[in-house]
């Protein structure tokens, strides 16, 4: 079996193509799966790159809305679009995906959150959908977000970011496969066609 | 036979891998191409869009040569990377694009300029280089330049790339099929699959 470390943020649009997807690629492909979550934001504003805000990109990120529609739709599921976005508890929304990888309910967290996102226009880590998601996955929400907020977890969620950088990362999904690097959820594919070219 | 749209602009490093497998896919899928050049220097700069560009980017530049070169490699091809980048006669290999899409040797100009430059490190609309490849295709140089340079295909040039942007188009290689824009080298496949699924 081999293993791909799959670094997102919550907050990429496009990440939601590849979270709600590749489950089915994993065990499909006899893949494992590390799921790494990291602040894309940090290091696009470290290396001063801009991403699709409207008003001076309006016409890319019109595209981008659509091309997300439309491949969604050839994957076989929906998406909502434009979604919300950017959003305003950007870091505290990975924050509680850290934390949730640490104990093991971190997969089912994100994923129900861009399911909510761009199947229901739920903004991630705002109320009442961040509260919603944790009782449903019996879990304490003041608990959780203490955590979330802890030293602990938000040095770790520096240290993902800093490796993800040095790894070569500049944008979420990303996929590595033995210091491989493939960026975008269109290059899932690539990263497979990689493995199995070894 | 479905008609697409195929705006590029030389200059463009991704659109190698396009120029250069559209005629196979062309063939195999019964599409008619209409090679559209423009200006996408000019729609990156009107939306502020940084191009790839040391060193301030230097992870994401890398990153690009490093992925043009293995779909390359998927796609069976060559790709000799990196390439000269950015180009100094950007404008003017454009010009020669369009003239010679009006006189019908456009496409051999454009495909011989790209392999040139992807397959043998030549930097396109550069002496010796622009010389050989007009001499190869029968063509008088300094007339060409003459022409390339007249005011009726700077205008020419000019009215194309204020059609891809009024089109939404802002970047190169993007394919359009009845008003549908599609971006990127690796959006041609989602092209033909929108085209097969109207």
């Known amino acids: 079996m081999s293993e791909i470390d799959f670094w997102f943020s919550i907050g990429s649009t496009y990440t939601y193509l590849s979270v709600n997807r590749i489950a089915e690629v994993a065990k499909k492909e006899n893949l494992s799966i590390n799921w790494k979550p990291f602040s894309v934001r940090k290091i696009m504003m470290d290396m001063d790159n801009i991403p699709f805000t409207p008003p001076s990109k309006k016409v890319k990120s019109d595209y981008m809305w659509r091309d997300i ?4 739709k050839f994957y076989g599921f929906e998406a909502k679009v434009p979604a ?6 950007f870091d505290l929304a990975n924050q509680i995906a850290i934390l949730g990888i640490n104990e093991g309910w971190g997969v089912d967290y994100v994923t129900t959150t861009y399911k909510r996102w761009f199947q229901e226009g739920k903004e991630p880590a705002t109320e009442p959908n961040l509260s919603e998601i944790l009782t449903n996955l019996n879990l304490n929400k003041d608990e959780i977000l203490k955590n979330a907020n802890s030293e602990e977890i938000k040095s770790q969620y520096l240290q ?7 790894l070569g990362v500049f944008g979420s999904p990303t996929f590595i496969y033995k210091g491989e690097v493939f960026w975008g959820d269109d290059r899932l594919e690539d990263c ?4 199995n070219f070894q």
Chains 1, 2 share one sequence.
Do not use: G
């Not at 529609?69 to 969604?72: P, Q, V, W």
């Not at 993902?160 to 040095?166: E, G, H, L, Q, V």
């Open 160 to 166: 993902n970011t800093d490796n993800a950088y040095k």
């Open 192 to 195: 497979i066609k990689w493995i």
């Open 84 to 89: 919300p976005y950017p959003l305003k508890e």
């Open 69 to 72: 529609e439309r491949r969604a």
